[in-house]
């Protein structure tokens, strides 16, 4: 099946104005090396169709991204968040059947001028004095008061950036500390020699950063104050990429369920969606999958089991990938549940099954630093007592807590 549409020609029409301009963007690849890697025909055309829109947009904005060195973002994710506003004709054919070609024909490409103008700086503060102190005061302070109407929905200084956002609600939900940085500064002398600063922003980081992604599973956590093993101060952000609802099946390292019933291949599913795999890439510096075992048993078979399980999630994790994923994909074996047997007979089944939940989480390029072991259990036992909605495991309560390296 595969074989028969990958020589095939697909084409999907749209219809433009007649005088619209055009641009054709071919992108060829010979998939013969990670053929094996498609599950269907349609995954290897929505594969190719991504690559040939970023080679697009990369073409489009080339003088734009070339200057990007400012964005706390990397190019490939501001590329990714303006995929979506491609228009174009796209026809798949090839030659040979395993270099298929994705033909794309962008209409009218002056439609692009205005998504340039969102790579160009705001001006959203400005200050000059002899007073060193104040002018750092001034940063805060203007950085404050646009957060402060940001959050609550409400255009800044008529500087027309609310217009610029793909959806305001999603930069408006993240923290005071990931949105400072979109922050930047420009520090310069006057004619007169006094000090001056400017504070402006991207539209096009805004754009990036309020672009929704269709992910599975993906909730953020608030911002989390943290000290390192040699004592530096840092902030760490998390994400949680499971659900809560979601368990080993009692004796099991590579079987989930969820309402009592198999839900292993839907769990596994999301993995190898493309939002999901461009929102991992593009936004985390690290995927810790964790794998933890309840009460029952003894001590060495359910920390064993518990390592198994976490192993079990690495390689799902990095197995739906296609390519390099310049992720760190590490495991924690947090071992079995530490409670003594008395207690263990008692627990009702849910109360059992929550002991060896399944969790991914994942730490944000946004965060100051890579996680060590003593960060990491600080920030889990932090959310555990604060949000123990979203994250409820403690460390504390199980045997172990050692890290495993993914090869």
Known sequence: MLRTLLIAIVLITVIFPLNAVSKEYVYCEDVSNYFSYFKNADEAFTLLTTKAETAAINDIFKNELESLTFSVFPKSAVVDSLRDLIIYDIEMYSSDAFKPCIKLTVPNTGQFDAVRNRFKAIKVASMCTNNIDLLKKFQDISTNEFIAQMKAGKEYKQTGIEKMLNDPALLRAQSKAQLRTYFHTRKFQDSDGMECAERFVYPIELFAASTPWNVPFIQPLPVISS????????????????????????????????????????????????????????????????????????????????????????S????????????????????????????????????????????????????????????????????????????????????????????
């Open 227 to 314: 000290t390192d093993a040699k004592g530096k101060n840092s902030t760490i952000e998390m994400i949680i990429i499971t659900p809560n609802n979601y368990f080993w099946q009692l004796g099991s390292y590579d079987q989930i369920e969820k309402d009592g019933k198999d839900i292993t291949d839907t769990f596994i599913k999301p993995f190898s969606a493309k939002d999901f795999q461009s929102h991992v890439r593009n936004n985390l510096q690290s995927v810790i999958a964790i794998g933890m075992a309840s009460c029952e048993g003894s001590a060495d078979v359910e920390n064993h089991r518990a390592r198994k399980r976490a192993e079990t999630l690495m």
């Open 316 to 407: 799902w994790i990095s197995q739906a990938f296609i390519g390099k994923v310049d992720v760190e994909i590490l495991g924690i074996n947090l071992g079995r549940y530490n409670v003594s047997p008395q207690e263990c007979k008692e627990l009702w089944d849910e109360k059992a099954s929550a002991q060896r939940r399944i969790l991914i989480i994942g730490i944000t390029r946004g965060s100051d630093q890579k996680i060590d072991r003593k960060v990491l259990i600080e920030l889990m036992r932090n959310i555990a007592e604060t949000r123990p909605e979203a994250l409820p495991i403690n460390p504390d309560d199980y045997e172990l807590f050692e890290f495993i390296q993914y090869h």
